[in-house]
Structures are given as structure tokens and as C-alpha cells.
């Protein structure tokens, strides 16, 4: 049987790579969101933990990505080195349908050396947590000018753990011309003001929950 993400404008080689990562039904975010965000709109996606946002953000910035171009093209925003751990190992699997993708993370309470090596090597993908992502943007040891997609994943979270500023802060070093993915568990008002301030024309979609 086909798989459910071949109605939608993804390569061959990805469809092949999900068909091996055994993805056969999208999730309920992954249905109603690809279809928006592969069409290049700006999203705002309400969805928790465990519902498969890290491929409903990472498709459509993979599917953009220039591979022989060796700039950042994407910065995922997390609250946490886990969380941006976990989205960077997903990214990668997502990745394999190219060869030679480098996804980055760079994230606070990890020692700041290795990461500047690391930028100094470079990268196509940069997974991290918004204070040390700002301190890099500071000392000029990441480029954000080659940049097309920002994910702010879990923003409810970012803003509970007072990173509101540094994402600001960011998203000023981002160029202007891009797509904006926003993942939340919820809607509060910081979310709004940030999504309101930086988002061009977002789509909304909101899963009801039934449990
Ligand atoms: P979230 O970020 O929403 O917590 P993840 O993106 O990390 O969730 O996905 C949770 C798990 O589900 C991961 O192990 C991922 O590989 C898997 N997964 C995501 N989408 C699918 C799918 N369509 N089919 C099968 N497994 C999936
Ligand atoms: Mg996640």
C-alpha cells in the first residue's frame, strides 16, 4: 500500500526514506499541516509532545534545503538541550534521503569551544536553545544570512522559561524573507504577540482534542 505521504509534493528520495523509517499514516499535525507549510505558508501549529511535529517542521525545511550550498538554511528553536537533542536526531533520520546533511546543535550548559569549532566547519541546519543561539549570533560565529525557515518549537515553553527576549532577539539577525513554523501546546498571550510581530499572514491549525 502507498504510503499516505505520497499525496503530498515531497522528492521521491524522501517519500523512499520515510517508506524505510517505517512512516506510513501521517499524524493528525503532520495531515494538517504539511500540505500548508510545503506550500511555503507561514504556520502556526497548536500540538503537544509525542505528536510528530518534528517531521511536520523538518519536511518542508528539508525539502527546500540546497545541499551543495554550505550555509545554515534552517535554525530550530527548543527550551531544552533534550528537546533539542531529540529534534536534531530526527532531523537527521529525515535527512538520510540526501547525502551529507550536517544538522548542528548548539545549546546552552555545553561547553562553547567545540561549538565554535563545529561553526567553523559549518552547517546546513542548526538545532538550539535561544541564549546560546544569540551568543553565537553576538560573537559572529553563526551566519544567519543564508537562512530560510525558522522553527520556534514549543513556544509556550521557550516563553515560560523567559526566553521571550533572546528570541527577539534572533529573530532580528534573521533575514526578512523567510518562512516562520511556530509549534505551541498552547495559545497564550506572549505567544500571540510573538507570532503577530513576526509572522507574515500565518495559517493556524488547531487539532481538537479528543481523549
Ligand atoms: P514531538 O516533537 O511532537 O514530541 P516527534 O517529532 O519527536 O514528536 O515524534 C515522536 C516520535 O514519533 C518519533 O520517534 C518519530 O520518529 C515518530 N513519528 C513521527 N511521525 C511519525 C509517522 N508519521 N509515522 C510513524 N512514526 C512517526
Ligand atoms: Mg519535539
Do not use: W
Amino acid at each position: 500500500m502507498a504510503s499516505d505521504f505520497a499525496r503530498l509534493p515531497l522528492p521521491p528520495a524522501q517519500l523512499a526514506n520515510l517508506q524505510a523509517l517505517g512512516y506510513e499514516r501521517m499524524t493528525p499535525i503532520q495531515a494538517a499541516s504539511l500540505p500548508l507549510s510545503l506550500a511555503g505558508h507561514d504556520l502556526i501549529a497548536q500540538a503537544k509532545t509525542g505528536s510528530g511535529k518534528t517531521a511536520a517542521f523538518g519536511l518542508p525545511l528539508l525539502a527546500r534545503l540546497e545541499v551543495r550550498r554550505f550555509a545554515v538554511q534552517a535554525l530550530v528553536l527548543c527550551p531544552t538541550r533534550e528537546l533539542a537533542d531529540q529534534v536534531a536526531g530526527e532531523l537527521r533520520r529525515l535527512a538520510r534521503a540526501e547525502d551529507n546533511v550536517k544538522v548542528l546543535t548548539l545549546c546552552g550548559g555545553s561547553p562553547i569551544q567545540p561549538q565554535l569549532a563545529s561553526l567553523a566547519h559549518g552547517a546546513h541546519l542548526v538545532v538550539g536553545t535561544p541564549g546560546r543561539v544569540l551568543d553565537h549570533l553576538s560573537r559572529g560565529s553563526l551566519d544567519l544570512g543564508a537562512l530560510n525557515t525558522l522553527v520556534l518549537d514549543e513556544a509556550d515553553r521557550m516563553l515560560d522559561m523567559g526566553f521571550a527576549d533572546d528570541i527577539k532577539e534572533v529573530l532580528r539577525h534573521c533575514p526578512a524573507q523567510r518562512q516562520t513554523l511556530l509549534f505551541s501546546a498552547t495559545y497564550p498571550e506572549g505567544v500571540q504577540a510573538l507570532a503577530t510581530r513576526f509572522m507574515r499572514q500565518p495559517k493556524t491549525v488547531t487539532l481538537s482534542e479528543k481523549t
